[in-house]
């Protein structure tokens, strides 16, 4: 059976340390470390920004003893110049390790979504299937653009903060080690405390983010649903289910922010004891005449501004682990491999009959097929009749490779699917459903999506063949107008002509319907009928239809019940059975 492919599953070990160490690691060695040669220009910056802040404080010694203590304004002109000059130079050098480091960080997220969206496109349709699209826009802008976060604001906070403490330390040391130790021998006390928080701010931060990913599918499920939230009058019920979606999200990131809060205010309680000992401590040598007033304000001038970097490093170490959360989710959907697999010697696309040999097929415990066989000859039309649920569309995803049957082999001209190069497989069938899957393109666009190398007279061809002109023409654009989202600016009928336009442009070998007249009216239902009947000209077709009248016509008919063949033949003949085929058509003409 095919296993879920869910992101939601919990991942074995994750959160752990050494998780938390790979996840770094291989941040940094595919999306960080190409950009080391220029991220090591940013440091440089960076240093000369931390280090200009250890130097101020280091001037601020001369220039009070030299104005208080000595009563003499000699020199202040000259350290104020070079103090204005320092503060002058880290600007330049702020502006610029910023500008480089948010560079790198943009460049490192949209790289990151493409290569995430690259590798989704290789995963199978159960992958698909098993999480809503709000959840995977979620991981592609809401993780990554979270991620940007780790590879700008952190990074810089990390070097240049680092190098500003280091900087200050320094002044400290150099001023007296023993108001130093005095002023930071609390920082001990603060590595339980903190550990906690970081790890609250993990937990919680996983919390919210599958609650914002929860929240696009709701978002996604109404717009998409609209008209009929509205035909139902569902609009409360509707913004009820939202508001509690926004509950969820709330709660946890309400928690996370508080972690997050809580970092920089241990860090103020630090910093009020620090200061209030060095004042007791210091003060009493002032008076003594062990230290001079400038080596006081020089040592409380480094203490002041040590603990504003102080505080944003506390806080960078709960952004990356708020930032980690997100680095998971995005690594969860890297760590999912596909399937559907092309053999090591594959071959080209076949050309002759489909044939289905004891196939089965289901999901965990839901067998769909079971033990199903048929052959569809080449060049003729093969109808699959039967109830809801009976696996007849399960077929077209097996033939197109979509998912891998569990059993049985499923051939073309006599090579097993497995076998075809996947992209010729693709490339050799060509679909119509009853949902016309339409992008927010032009007609001519969506046209162009059966073969993207089409000439514009082939795109017109096309067109015209599938009866897209008769409306298309009609338009000031033609076929350059906007078909709107999901095709909404059209009606049922004529998004059906133009993905059957599509099929024709794509001209394959094999034809694959799916109900595709079954929503239309009448008037569009001919137009439509009578270009599915050029498209199938010549080629293998296999069609799925609920309605009997639309395929009395075909040249085999396979009825299905529960994932099995139960009757074939001719509609004649079926009929003449008196069996399962004979009973649909006699219920669908009581009905109509």
Do not use: C
């Amino acid at each position: 059976m095919s296993a879920r492919q869910s992101l939601d599953t919990p991942r074995e070990g994750a959160g752990s340390a050494s998780a938390q160490g790979d996840l770094l690691r291989r941040v940094w060695r595919e999306h960080v470390r190409m950009h080391v040669p220029v991220l090591l220009i940013a440091v440089a910056f960076m240093a000369v920004e931390g280090a200009a802040l250890g130097a101020f404080a280091w001037l601020v010694r001369p220039l009070f003893d030299g104005l208080f203590e000595n009563g003499s304004f000699d020199g202040v002109v000259m350290i104020g110049g070079l103090i204005a000059g320092l503060f002058v130079l880290r600007g330049v050098a702020s502006f610029t390790q910023r500008l480089i480091v948010v560079s790198v960080g943009l460049k490192v997220t949209t790289r990151l979504q493409a290569l995430l969206l690259r590798h989704m496109l290789t995963l199978d349709q159960r992958f698909f299937q098993d999480n809503p699209p709000g959840s995977l826009l979620e991981r592609v802008r809401g993780d990554a653009a979270a991620l940007q976060s780790l590879a700008t604001t952190a990074l810089m906070s990390l070097g240049r903060d680092s190098i500003t403490l280091i900087s200050l330390l320094v002044v400290m040391l150099a001023t007296d080690w023993q108001w130093t130790l005095t002023a930071l021998i609390g920082i001990p006390l603060l590595v339980v405390p903190l550990y906690l928080l970081h790890r609250l701010i993990r937990a919680t931060s996983l919390q919210s983010r599958a609650a914002a990913a929860r929240l696009s599918t709701r978002l996604d499920e109404i717009f998409h649903g609209i008209q009929t939230i509205k035909l139902n009058r569902l609009e409360k019920s509707e913004d009820a289910r939202f508001e509690r979606e926004l509950k969820g999200y709330l709660r946890p990131s309400l928690r996370a922010q508080a972690g997050l809060a809580a970092n920089p205010a241990t860090m103020d309680l630090l910093a009020a004891a620090g200061f209030i000992a060095v004042l007791w401590f210091g003060g009493q040598q002032i008076i003594s005449g062990e230290k001079t007033i400038g080596q006081f304000m020089s040592f409380f001038t480094a203490l002041g501004l040590m603990f504003e970097p102080l505080r944003r490093l506390s806080n960078v170490a709960g952004q990356i682990q708020a930032s980690l959360a997100s680095v998971e989710r995005i690594y969860a959907v890297f760590d999912m491999k596909p399937t559907v697999l092309q053999a090591a010697q594959a071959k080209p696309m076949a050309t002759g009959d489909i044939r289905f040999d004891d196939v089965g097929f289901g999901y965990e415990d839901a067998p769909v097929l079971q033990g199903l066989s048929f052959l569809a000859e080449a060049g003729r039309t093969t109808a699959l009749v039967g109830p809801s649920g009976a696996g007849k569309t399960t077929v077209f995803t097996l033939l197109t490779r979509l998912s891998d049957a569990n059993s049985g082999t499923i051939s073309i001209g006599g090579t097993p699917v497995e076998q075809i190069e996947i992209e010729a497989l693709r490339d050799g069938i060509a679909v119509v459903s009853q949902e016309s899957a339409l992008f927010d393109e032009t007609i001519a666009a969506n046209i162009r999506m059966g073969r993207l190398d089409a000439t514009e007279e082939e795109v017109r061809e096309a067109a015209r063949n599938a009866s897209v002109l008769e409306f298309a023409d009609h338009f000031p654009l033609g076929l350059d107008t906007p078909v709107g989202p999901r095709g909404s600016a059209l009606s049922g009928g004529q998004r059906q002509r133009v993905t059957i336009a599509r099929a024709m442009l794509k001209s394959a070998p094999v034809l694959l319907l799916d109900e595709p007249t079954s929503a239309l009216d009448t008037r569009s239902e001919q137009l439509v009928q009578e270009a599915l009947d050029r498209l199938s000209q010549g080629r293998t077709t296999l069609v799925i239809a609920h309605r009997l009248s639309t395929i009395r016509a075909a040249d085999k008919i396979v009825v299905m019940e529960a994932g099995r063949v139960v009757e074939e033949g001719t509609h004649q003949t079926l009929l003449g059975l008196g069996g399962a085929y004979a009973r649909m058509h006699a219920l669908q003409g009581a009905l109509n």
